[in-house]
């Protein structure tokens, strides 16, 4: 079973830096696309940052300019630095992740899609 397991987040104030980490654990036949979402208080959960399944970046408007999202060269992990950070960066981040895996007996094909997500690190950015 794939889990994505996360590291980073925490308290910092406004204007400083944090790094958040998430890696695949177990094996999956291919992920496709991997970044992290954030829920904010009272908000829905909305994009921050991913890898699109042709390798692109897509980051959200609010986000462009201060953070920076990467990955390894396996594809089954990503960071996500967050520089120049504001009290409006503060929520939970989950990290997220698509792609397939072997189907399971009886399943019509050999794959199957499967959807990630990880427990969710708390950021807050107070002073």
């Known amino acids: 079973q794939v889990q994505l397991v996360e590291s980073g987040g925490g308290l910092v104030q406004p204007g400083g830096s944090l790094r958040l980490s998430c890696k695949a654990s177990g094996s999956i036949f291919s992920i496709n696309t991997m970044g992290w979402y954030r829920q904010a208080p009272g908000k829905q959960r909305e994009l921050v940052a991913h890898f699109t399944s042709g390798g692109n970046t897509n980051y959200a408007d609010s986000v462009k300019g201060r953070f920076t999202i990467s990955r390894d060269s396996g594809k089954d992990s990503v960071t996500l630095r967050m520089n120049s950070l504001e009290p409006e960066d503060t929520a939970v981040y989950y990290c997220?992740?698509?792609?397939?895996?072997?189907?399971?007996?009886?399943?019509?094909?050999?794959?199957?899609?499967?959807?990630?997500w990880g427990q969710g690190t708390l950021v807050t950015v107070s002073s």
């Open positions: 997220h992740a698509e792609g397939l895996d072997y189907a399971d007996d009886g399943d019509p094909g050999p794959y199957k899609y499967v959807e990630l």
